[in-house]
Nanobody, 124 residues
Framework: QVQPVESGGGLVQAGGSLRLSCAAF????????MGWFRQAPEKEREFVAGLNRRDDSTTYADSVKGRFTIRRDDTRNSVYLEMNSLKPEDTAVYYC?????????????????WGPGAQVTVWQ
C-alpha cells in the first residue's frame, strides 16, 4: 500500500505559477509510474501528466504541454507538478495517482492509489 498526499494548491491569477507536490506515506513512490489528473466541476476526471517508472520519460495532455512539468525527487519521496502560464480553464481539483506498471496510463481506472486531491483556482 502507498498513500499519496497532494499539497501546494491554492488561488492564483491567470498567467501565474503554482507547484503541486505529491508525497507518499507508507512506501516509496520509486516503484510506481506516477500520474497527475484533474477534475473540474461537472466534468470527468482527466489525465494531465505522467512519469514512467521504467525510464523517467514523461507525457502530457495537449492542453498543458509546454506549460506543465512533472518530475520526481526520490530523495524526498515526492513527485511534483510545476504549472506555469496558468489559465482559468486549469481550475480543478488535482489528484496524484500511482500505478504499479512500467508506463503511465491516461485513464483513471489504470491507477492503483490516489491522493485526496488539491484545489487549484485560477482567476482572471
Amino acid at each position: 500500500q502507498v498513500q499519496p498526499v497532494e499539497s501546494g494548491g491554492g488561488l492564483v491569477q491567470a498567467g501565474g505559477s503554482l507547484r503541486l507536490s505529491c508525497a507518499a506515506f507508507g512506501r516509496t513512490l520509486g516503484p510506481f509510474s506516477m500520474g497527475w489528473f484533474r477534475q473540474a466541476p461537472e466534468k470527468e476526471r482527466e489525465f494531465v501528466a505522467g512519469l514512467n517508472r521504467r525510464d523517467d520519460s514523461t507525457t502530457y495532455a495537449d492542453s498543458v504541454k509546454g506549460r506543465f512539468t512533472i518530475r520526481r525527487d526520490d530523495t524526498r519521496n515526492s513527485v511534483y507538478l510545476e504549472m506555469n502560464s496558468l489559465k482559468p480553464e486549469d481550475t480543478a481539483v488535482y489528484y496524484c495517482a500511482a500505478r504499479n506498471a512500467d508506463y503511465v496510463g491516461r485513464k483513471s481506472r489504470e491507477y492503483d492509489y490516489w491522493g485526496p486531491g488539491a484545489q487549484v483556482t485560477v482567476w482572471q
